[in-house]
């Protein structure tokens, strides 16, 4: 599976922002979406994932309530709805894919090239 991510760019504090994973493979339905990001100076770190039907999300308590990872099967693709953005959010982020239900990065098999979220206050 390759992963590209898109839609990163630079918002104000409070602003939405919606990142896309497009993926290639006629497996995509069968892994577990995860996204991650990572600050600068920071480690990488999990946001959330969904599982290979869309049934089941979980997210990090920091962005709970505040993102949303959705996908479609059909078109090979998942997303990141961010909303209430906070110059904390600032990060590349990437999308992932996963065999199992995961947050541990090494559990991840394929990456796409990550794309820069910047949050100005």
């Known amino acids: 599976v390759q992963l590209q991510a898109s839609g990163g760019g630079l918002v104000q504090a409070g602003a939405s922002l919606r990142l896309s994973c497009a993926a290639s493979?006629?497996?995509?339905?069968?892994?577990?979406m995860g996204w991650f990001r990572q600050a600068p100076g920071k480690e990488r770190e999990s946001v959330g994932a969904?599982?290979?039907?869309?049934?089941?999300?979980d997210y990090a308590d920091s962005v709970r309530g505040r993102f949303t990872i959705s996908r479609d099967n059909a078109k090979n693709t998942a997303s990141l709805q961010m909303n209430s953005l906070t110059p904390e959010d600032t990060a590349v982020y990437y999308c992932?894919?996963?065999?199992?239900?995961?947050?541990?990065?090494?559990?991840?098999?394929?990456w796409g090239q990550g794309t820069q979220v910047t949050v100005s206050s």
């Open positions: 969904i599982s290979w039907g869309g049934s089941r999300t």
């Open positions: 493979g006629r497996t995509f339905s069968s892994y577990t």
């Open positions: 992932a894919a996963s065999r199992r239900w995961s947050y541990r990065e090494d559990d991840y098999n394929y």
